[in-house]
């Protein structure tokens, strides 16, 4: 992934951590003719930073002591962390340790408030939950028994996201973080920070004469129905509850902090009811010719009995007729949904004629005792608005999306679904992220990457197969999925796809759970020839392949915690000869595992792509300890195309074949490869991007005639040892090499006997 670079961007963070005692106890005494002793109670929560907690990351990856493009994180004292020249993707992570000294239980909760140039751009975040509008949820601390209850820690992240803009170069920002506590019951007593405060009895009068973007403090109570009357217009409060709010044509409009009560829900659409309606043409009196536009709704819980379960969403965004303009845009962000529903948030046509984006984060969907009975915790049909669900954890539901026209969208539309936490307590089979029709529209885009999920004691098949599609990218919808989680179910699986025409000629997932994987395996793109042939052989010859042979095109997919130490080998035709261009249905795919091969020989290879494989990605993958990636031999084991992407090679590795088409390797790091990095012959076609490689004696080695080499925007250095440091090493004639936009450390552009160009632009 290419990185957007902010030089000088220096955030300084001064954490006051101070204390905030509110909502005081007043106690009433009288007197009488015995003695009575009357103390009031302590509010009081020490904290201190634990410095040597302190972390960094760089796009997730943690780092040693800076952050990967040079950036520092220091502390200059006790209560100031202090982080020079961050760049997108930098993250400080640290430890607050709390001491309750208390002698009632209390509440707390992590404020910060933010100046300067970078304050709209940096992401705090508090035990995982994002700190929204300067305040994190408040959490109950009961009154300590013992010293180990007395002390917790709180873990804050400070980012600055991988999507921050140009606009935040050269940024300064100030943070000033406080620890805020109140009694166990004091919440209820705070005041909100508003305009105008209103109470159940006088939010009709006020929202009927309020001016737009004005702040509305709910003060405790409970609330009938709201309707917002305005633009820019603020619900916020600490303890209040609402039947139901409409927002009706509205812009900019926030929700902060009220809890709705399921039982009083409304009709919102097909006659069913919901507790928080966005612009739906149910009635005369809700009808509008303007959309409902960028909604906020944050810190909010969903709570309550509805009267019809099935027929009740917590959240609807719904427009019957589309003339007015849809719903478009709304950040749905820190809230909590624990009622039974049919969906908790509905979304039909949002985004209507491509105006709105929808971002849906750090939320809880559903808990052990809760039942969605559609399954889907979200549901955004007909969508054509960009959509980003993320860091939210769904329990026993999952989410739905399908774009405007089915598969016939034509606009260009960018999903997201990273992050995710997917709970199953139920054993039921249910599906977790179903992105429909995607899969076959060319203009959209999504990314489905970094989702987690949890499972109950038994699985249904059907459950594993709809997890599987995939927490890394979309599956296409005719996929089969096999599951293994060790050595004998691998070696099954894959013996399963080999025998069982069932699965040839359609794409399969084998998804691995974490674990060592120890035995040698192999994987055959065409299963009825076996594989593998001699070179001498004519019954498995390239050039007797018709090209409509039968195929098996195999994803190998990871969970976090898979390695293999053994062998793994991908067979492709058999004898390579010529005519790769007949092999272009066989496919093999490679995600997100670890090959380790620190148990074996020196010249040990962890992964051998052989006789013409063709059409190979080894995506997100870490190599250790191998002396060799082999891409191809010679002769019978010339492959077609392999590419790397977003790959980790470490101590020792040095991909080598013989590639008749083409080898790619892309945003990817190599450290330590002691015996160089590429190793190619006769005719490779070869490109390198965006990657940063320190290895020894040789960047590049060629054999044989003709190997054209593209490197760009990649970082080369090449270390002194065994036959030298060179940026090529020519054997044979005929190559070309070209680095145009990198970063070149070595001695000799080219260290061998052989001839060719080199150019660096």
């Given at each position: 992934?290419?990185?957007?670079i902010?030089?000088?961007?220096i955030?300084?963070?001064?954490?006051?951590?101070?204390l905030?005692?509110?909502?005081?106890?007043?106690l009433f005494?009288?007197q009488?003719q015995?003695?009575?002793?009357?103390?009031?109670?302590?509010?009081n929560?020490?904290?201190?930073?634990e410095?040597n907690?302190?972390?960094?990351?760089?796009?997730?990856?943690?780092?040693?002591?800076?952050?990967?493009?040079?950036g520092?994180?220091?502390?200059?004292?006790?209560?100031t962390?202090?982080?020079?020249?961050?760049?997108?993707?930098?993250?400080a992570?640290?430890?607050?340790?709390?001491t309750?000294?208390?002698?009632?239980?209390?509440?707390?909760?992590?404020?910060?408030?933010?100046?300067?140039?970078?304050?709209?751009?940096?992401?705090?975040k508090?035990?995982?939950q994002?700190?929204v509008?300067g305040?994190?949820?408040?959490t109950l601390?009961?009154?300590?028994?013992?010293d180990?209850?007395?002390?917790?820690?709180?873990?804050v992240?400070?980012?600055?996201?991988?999507?921050?803009?140009?606009?935040?170069?050269?940024?300064k920002?100030e943070?000033?973080?406080q620890?805020?506590?109140v009694?166990g019951?004091?919440?209820?007593?705070?005041t909100p920070?508003?305009?105008?405060?209103?109470?159940p009895?006088?939010?009709?009068e006020?929202?009927?004469?309020?001016a737009?973007?004005?702040?509305?403090?709910l003060?405790?109570?409970?609330?009938?129905?709201?309707?917002?009357?305005?633009?820019?217009?603020?619900?916020?409060?600490?303890?209040?509850?609402?039947?139901?709010v409409?927002?009706?044509?509205?812009?900019?409009?926030t929700?902060?902090?009220?809890t709705?009560?399921?039982?009083?829900?409304k009709?919102?659409?097909?006659?069913?009811?919901?507790?928080?309606?966005?612009?739906?043409?149910?009635?005369?009196?809700?009808?509008s010719?303007?959309?409902a536009?960028?909604?906020?709704?944050?810190n909010?819980?969903?709570?309550?009995?509805p009267?019809?379960?099935?027929?009740?969403v917590?959240?609807?965004?719904?427009?019957?007729?589309?003339?007015?303009?849809?719903?478009?845009?709304a950040?749905?962000?820190?809230?909590?949904?624990?009622?039974?529903?049919?969906?908790?948030v509905?979304?039909?046509?949002?985004?209507?004629?491509r105006?709105?984006?929808?971002?849906i984060?750090?939320?809880k969907?559903?808990?052990?005792s809760t039942?969605?009975?559609?399954?889907?915790?979200?549901?955004?049909?007909?969508t054509?608005?960009?959509t980003?669900?993320?860091g939210?954890?769904?329990?026993?539901?999952?989410i739905?999306?399908?774009p405007?026209?089915?598969?016939?969208c034509?606009?260009?539309?960018?999903?997201?679904v990273?992050?995710?936490q997917?709970?199953?307590?139920?054993d039921?089979?249910?599906?977790?992220?179903?992105?429909?029709?995607?899969h076959?529209?060319?203009?959209c885009?999504?990314v489905?990457?970094?989702?987690e999920?949890m499972?109950?004691?038994?699985?249904s098949?059907?459950?594993?197969?709809?997890l599987?599609?995939?927490?890394?990218?979309?599956?296409?919808?005719?996929?089969?999925?096999?599951?293994?989680t060790?050595?004998?179910?691998?070696?099954?699986a894959?013996a399963?796809v080999?025998?069982n025409?069932?699965y040839?000629?359609?794409?399969?997932?084998?998804?691995?759970?974490?674990?060592?994987?120890?035995?040698?395996y192999?994987?055959?793109?065409?299963?009825e020839?076996?594989?593998?042939?001699?070179?001498?052989?004519?019954?498995?010859?390239?050039?007797?392949?018709k090209?409509d042979?039968?195929?098996?095109?195999?994803?190998?997919?990871?969970?976090?915690?898979?390695t293999?130490?053994g062998?793994?080998?991908?067979?492709?035709?058999?004898n390579?000869?010529?005519?790769?261009t007949?092999?272009?249905?066989a496919?093999?795919?490679?995600?997100?595992?670890?090959?380790?091969?620190?148990?074996?020989?020196?010249?040990?290879?962890?992964l051998?792509?052989?006789?013409?494989?063709?059409?190979?990605?080894i995506?997100?993958c870490?190599?250790?300890?191998?002396?060799?990636?082999?891409?191809?031999g010679?002769g019978?084991?010339a492959?077609?195309?392999v590419?790397?992407?977003?790959?980790?090679?470490?101590?020792?590795?040095?991909?080598?074949?013989?590639?008749?088409?083409?080898?790619?390797?892309?945003?990817?790091?190599?450290?330590?490869?002691?015996?160089?990095?590429?190793?190619?012959?006769?005719?490779?076609?070869?490109?390198v991007?965006?990657?940063?490689?320190?290895?020894?004696?040789?960047f590049l080695?060629?054999?044989?005639v003709?190997?054209?080499?593209?490197?760009?925007?990649?970082?080369?250095t090449?270390?002194?040892?065994?036959?030298g440091s060179?940026?090529?090493?020519y054997?044979?004639?005929?190559?070309?090499?070209t680095?145009?936009?990198?970063?070149?450390?070595?001695?000799?552009?080219?260290?061998?006997?052989g001839?060719g160009?080199i150019?660096?632009?």
């Amino acid at each position: 992934m290419k990185r957007k670079i902010i030089l000088s961007s220096i955030m300084t963070i001064i954490l006051s951590l101070s204390l905030i005692a509110g909502s005081t106890l007043a106690l009433f005494t009288s007197q009488s003719q015995v003695n009575i002793s009357v103390s009031s109670a302590k509010v009081n929560i020490l904290s201190v930073i634990e410095q040597n907690s302190l972390e960094l990351y760089s796009l997730d990856v943690k780092q040693d002591v800076q952050f990967e493009n040079g950036g520092t994180a220091e502390f200059t004292d006790a209560a100031t962390l202090v982080l020079n020249n961050v760049t997108p993707g930098d993250k400080a992570v640290f430890d607050i340790v709390m001491t309750n000294e208390s002698t009632v239980d209390v509440q707390y909760q992590v404020a910060w408030s933010v100046n300067g140039s970078l304050a709209g751009g940096l992401v705090a975040k508090a035990d995982g939950q994002k700190i929204v509008n300067g305040k994190s949820a408040w959490t109950l601390w009961k009154t300590p028994t013992s010293d180990a209850e007395a002390t917790r820690t709180i873990t804050v992240s400070i980012e600055l996201p991988v999507e921050a803009g140009n606009e935040y170069q050269d940024g300064k920002a100030e943070i000033a973080l406080q620890l805020i506590a109140v009694q166990g019951n004091g919440t209820e007593l705070l005041t909100p920070v508003c305009d105008v405060l209103a109470t159940p009895e006088t939010i009709d009068e006020i929202l009927a004469t309020v001016a737009p973007n004005t702040v509305i403090g709910l003060a405790k109570g409970k609330y009938g129905s709201i309707k917002l009357t305005q633009d820019g217009l603020t619900l916020v409060t600490y303890n209040a509850v609402v039947d139901y709010v409409n927002v009706n044509a509205k812009k900019n409009c926030t929700l902060d902090g009220i809890t709705f009560d399921a039982a009083g829900a409304k009709m919102a659409y097909n006659s069913k009811g919901t507790a928080l309606n966005i612009y739906t043409n149910v009635a005369s009196a809700e009808k509008s010719d303007v959309p409902a536009k960028d909604l906020t709704i944050q810190n909010c819980i969903f709570t309550g009995t509805p009267a019809d379960p099935d027929n009740f969403v917590s959240i609807c965004f719904y427009e019957r007729n589309r003339s007015g303009g849809g719903i478009n845009g709304a950040t749905i962000t820190g809230c909590t949904f624990e009622t039974d529903a049919a969906y908790y948030v509905y979304m039909y046509y949002p985004g209507y004629k491509r105006t709105g984006e929808f971002v849906i984060t750090n939320n809880k969907f559903g808990t052990s005792s809760t039942t969605v009975s559609s399954a889907s915790a979200i549901y955004a049909g007909n969508t054509q608005g960009d959509t980003t669900v993320s860091g939210n954890v769904f329990t026993n539901s999952g989410i739905t999306i399908t774009p405007h026209n089915g598969a016939s969208c034509s606009y260009a539309l960018n999903i997201a679904v990273t992050d995710n936490q997917f709970v199953n307590t139920t054993d039921s089979v249910m599906t977790v992220i179903g992105l429909r029709h995607f899969h076959s529209l060319p203009k959209c885009t999504a990314v489905v990457k970094g989702n987690e999920a949890m499972f109950g004691s038994t699985l249904s098949n059907a459950y594993i197969d709809a997890l599987s599609y995939e927490c890394y990218d979309i599956t296409p919808a005719n996929a089969k999925v096999l599951r293994a989680t060790n050595d004998a179910e691998l070696a099954a699986a894959l013996a399963t796809v080999k025998a069982n025409s069932t699965y040839w000629n359609t794409p399969v997932i084998i998804s691995l759970a974490a674990n060592i994987y120890s035995a040698d395996y192999d994987i055959n793109q065409y299963p009825e020839w076996n594989g593998v042939v001699g070179a001498g052989s004519s019954a498995n010859n390239m050039s007797t392949l018709k090209g409509d042979e039968n195929v098996a095109n195999i994803t190998i997919l990871g969970d976090d915690g898979v390695t293999f130490t053994g062998n793994v080998t991908i067979n492709g035709f058999g004898n390579a000869g010529t005519g790769f261009t007949k092999a272009t249905n066989a496919s093999t795919v490679i995600k997100n595992v670890t090959f380790d091969a620190a148990n074996h020989t020196d010249d040990q290879i962890a992964l051998y792509v052989k006789a013409a494989a063709n059409n190979v990605s080894i995506e997100g993958c870490t190599f250790e300890n191998a002396s060799h990636v082999t891409v191809g031999g010679s002769g019978a084991n010339a492959i077609g195309t392999v590419s790397f992407d977003e790959c980790f090679f470490n101590n020792g590795n040095c991909i080598s074949g013989y590639v008749a088409n083409a080898l790619t390797v892309t945003n990817s790091t190599a450290k330590n490869a002691y015996k160089g990095f590429i190793n190619v012959q006769n005719k490779s076609n070869v490109t390198v991007d965006n990657c940063n490689v320190e290895c020894s004696e040789f960047f590049l080695r060629t054999n044989g005639v003709n190997v054209a080499t593209t490197v760009t925007n990649s970082t080369i250095t090449v270390n002194d040892a065994g036959e030298g440091s060179s940026l090529v090493l020519y054997r044979g004639s005929g190559h070309t090499a070209t680095f145009t936009g990198c970063t070149l450390t070595y001695a000799v552009e080219n260290g061998g006997a052989g001839t060719g160009t080199i150019t660096i632009n």
